[in-house]
């Protein structure tokens, strides 16, 4: 028998974020949160308690009612559901949903969200079809394209018509005390007294400079929406007056109040937040496009969050302060497609224009200071040690740019290497995810003379690539997700791959873009999806979380556990401290469709298209130093006995609840076994080691770490097994 001494040592990686004074918190604006998708068009929803109600139409013409659990915003669930035909419009009081179905009338029962049950209904007999309803009292205030019809639900099992006045396109109704208001399209606003159930009557009109489509109260003003914005007085409802309207509102669908903020659905800009603290002079202050659908038909409230239909889905809307998250500054420029980030500039590879170089050293006044035609489209950018290293699908090879002169960017050298869609910096190579040749590896220790070092094919056309460590992974048009073994730079190999259609959170989805660090790699999807993709082991990469974000991903970076999404709306914001259960944090919702991001010091840089801009933004908090003072990486790490044999216990303290990796490794850190991958509870925890892999063949004798990672660190330690 040979006997071996156990050596054991604690290496602790401490990895905490100090705290910028320029940062932000995303949750304090207003933000997408979450999506429920239907099988049919989404026209209106209402809300009561922890459930909304959403009122559907398929393209048949059949429909109903779907009720959604909203208790948890992050998570909604729908629990419920009634077909009954296509409903257009809704609306909810106590447990009774009363909903328009074209030229009907229906209650329905809601007592049991998961068992909703239809009560009674009412043909309008002729009557030109329903477009909205609101419920006050026992009576319910129907609005179609030419009349206020009032309907007595007492008895929910056999309404009645009770009265009607001619008013001509009633789209949206509201009611406040013994009126109705109207949103009375071309005609405006008017004003019903209802206070005889039997005989309303018209007691004013408003003409309005835009349209009128949806209307709500609050408190002594209307606020009416659809062709522009537009505050009313309504403090004496016979004489309504005009007061304030807000500039760059259009195509209103669906508005509600929140405080002193209105929160209007558009069909071109998403939800919008119009501040009405000051009447007169309403102004814009936040948008956002909820998970990428930019036309919302309506919105209603539940607490601290926006319920609003789009196309075929429900999205929940974080309101937070109501505001958007704000740029720190803006700038115009073409279509910028790339971004690199070093010092006080901002490197951007610009669509049809070359390459631009941009002073960022006062971030609230960013500037052209130089740029450069190179002749042909430039399709990615990496910098590092003021070199610039360009390429593009056409330009047929990596261009060395010299920038230690901003404004006079010189190139220097070349090296022939076609189809460039993507390129990264690693010591001195530089990697190509490059077309049809693959993945190819460029020496650049000397700048103006690099040269191809090594390559390796992969299935069809590489187009993204990020390093970590020793590896590149690698995105592949038929190949999916590919990791490459590039620690010998002349001789990469494919070692590990996903097939790109196992990408996508519940539906496929098909990659676009990547970002890698440490043991992980996050993937965007061209239809919206984020997945989380584990490569500590090469050769077994593997999906370990994700989300449907559904708003096109083209951009992908990363700051300590916070990912930056360029999509279709602007700039996303991720938490991923637990890579098994990431979560969305906000947006910043730009004017134009995110194209690229990087993150660099304590802002993240955005380029978007459509317009062409380039944004600069505040970079997402990291944990208050007087909260990050109670965590830190896993304490007490030992393995018992001493020497192990055939089984070894690990033993550790967690100082809090979080993600948590438990591995064995070889003394070149190899994984051999992954003990423990999820999230764990703060105080004492214990894991037992057969002394096998994870192809279940028994270690040999020898030295080897236990290593625990959490977002806080990492601890490691040293121990024998003898056989």
Not at 411 to 439: K, Q
Not at 513 to 541: C, E, K, M, R, W
Not at 566 to 578: C, P
């Amino acid at each position: 028998m040979r006997y071996v001494i156990l050596v054991l040592s604690a290496v602790l990686l401490l990895s905490y974020g100090s705290v910028d004074a320029d940062c932000i918190d995303y949750g304090d604006y207003l933000h997408w949160e979450s999506v429920v998708p239907f099988l049919a068009w989404s026209m209106d929803v209402d809300v009561s308690g922890n459930y909304a109600c959403v009122a559907l139409q398929s393209q048949s013409g059949g429909g109903g009612l779907s009720v959604v659990d909203i208790a948890d915003p992050a998570s909604p669930q729908i629990v419920g559901a009634l077909e009954s035909g296509a409903a257009i419009a809704l609306s909810i009081a106590g447990t009774l949903a009363c909903v328009i179905g074209g030229p009907g009338f229906q209650i329905v029962d809601l007592a049991d969200p998961r068992s909703p049950v239809l009560r009674g209904s009412l043909d309008f007999q002729g009557h030109l079809w329903g477009v909205s309803v609101a419920v006050s009292g026992t009576h319910a205030y129907v609005g179609t394209e030419g009349s206020l019809l009032v309907v007595d639900i007492a008895d929910p099992d056999h309404p009645r018509r009770l009265g009607e006045v001619w008013t001509e396109y009633a789209y949206k109704v509201a009611v406040s005390g013994t009126f109705v208001y109207i949103a009375n399209c071309m005609y405006g606003l008017k004003v019903v007294d209802v206070t005889d159930p039997e005989n309303p009557r018209i007691v004013a009109s408003l003409a309005l400079p835009g349209y009128a489509e949806t209307v709500v109260v609050g408190g002594a003003y209307a606020y009416v929406a659809g062709e522009g914005f537009f505050v009313v007085d309504i403090s004496d409802p016979q004489n309504p007056r005009l007061v304030g309207s807000a500039a760059g509102v259009d195509e209103v669908r669906g508005v509600a109040v929140s405080g002193t903020h209105v929160l209007l659905a558009t069909s071109c800009f998403g939800l919008q937040s119009v501040d009405v603290a000051d009447p007169e002079h309403p102004r814009i202050v936040g948008s956002t496009s909820p998970g990428g659908a930019g036309s919302c038909a309506k919105v209603a409230l539940s607490g601290g969050h926006a319920c609003v239909v789009a196309g075929s889905a429900l999205h929940l809307v974080a309101i937070g302060n109501a505001e958007g998250a704000p740029s720190v500054s803006h700038m115009e420029m073409h279509w910028p497609v790339e971004l690199a980030i070093q010092g006080t500039h901002a490197y951007a590879a610009v669509d049809l224009d070359g390459f631009a170089v941009i002073d960022i050293e006062d971030p609230e006044n960013p500037h052209l200071v130089g740029g450069l035609d190179t002749s042909t489209r430039i399709r990615c950018v990496a910098v590092a040690d003021n070199l610039v290293y360009a390429g593009g699908t056409d330009s047929g090879a990596l261009l060395v740019i010299d920038v230690q002169d901003p404004a006079s960017p010189v190139i220097v050298g070349s090296v022939p290497t076609a189809g460039i869609r993507d390129v990264a910096i690693s010591g001195s190579h530089a990697y190509a995810a490059a077309s049809e040749a693959g993945l190819v590896v460029i020496d650049i220790a000397d700048p103006e003379h690099p040269f191809v070092a090594g390559s390796v094919a992969t299935p069809d056309w590489a187009f993204a690539i990020a390093i970590t460590g020793s590896e590149a992974c690698i995105l592949d048009e038929v190949g999916g997700f590919l990791v490459a073994d590039v620690s010998d730079p002349a001789s990469p190999r494919i070692v590990g791959h996903l097939p790109a259609m196992s990408f996508g959170v519940g539906t496929p989805d098909w990659p676009s873009n990547l970002a890698a660090s440490g043991t992980f790699a996050y993937v965007g999807a061209i239809h919206g999806s984020l997945q989380i993709v584990d490569v500590g082991d090469p050769q077994n990469p593997r999906m370990v979380g994700g989300l449907e974000l559904m708003g096109g991903i083209r951009g992908v970076a990363i700051s300590g556990t916070t990912v930056y999404l360029a999509d279709e709306d602007g700039l996303r914001v991720v938490h991923a401290s637990d890579p098994t259960n990431p979560r969305v944090l906000g947006d910043a919702f730009t004017p134009g469709e995110g194209t690229c991001v990087a993150v660099a010091g304590s802002h993240a840089y955005l380029g978007t298209y459509n317009p062409g801009e380039f944004h600069i933004l505040d970079l997402q908090c990291e944990e208050p130093s007087s909260v990050a003072a109670h965590r830190g990486p896993p304490r007490g790490l030992r393995v018992s006995p001493s020497p192990a044999n055939a089984r070894a216990t690990v033993q550790l303290a967690l100082p809090a609840t979080g993600w948590v990796l438990a591995t064995i490794r070889d003394v070149n850190g190899r994984r051999l076994r992954r003990l423990h991958e999820g999230t764990l509870s703060s105080g004492p925890h214990e894991f037992v080691w057969d002394g096998r892999d994870d192809a279940g063949r028994k270690v040999r004798a020898g030295i080897y770490l236990v290593q625990v990672s959490t977002d806080q660190g990492t601890a490691t330690s040293r121990f024998v097994i003898m056989r």
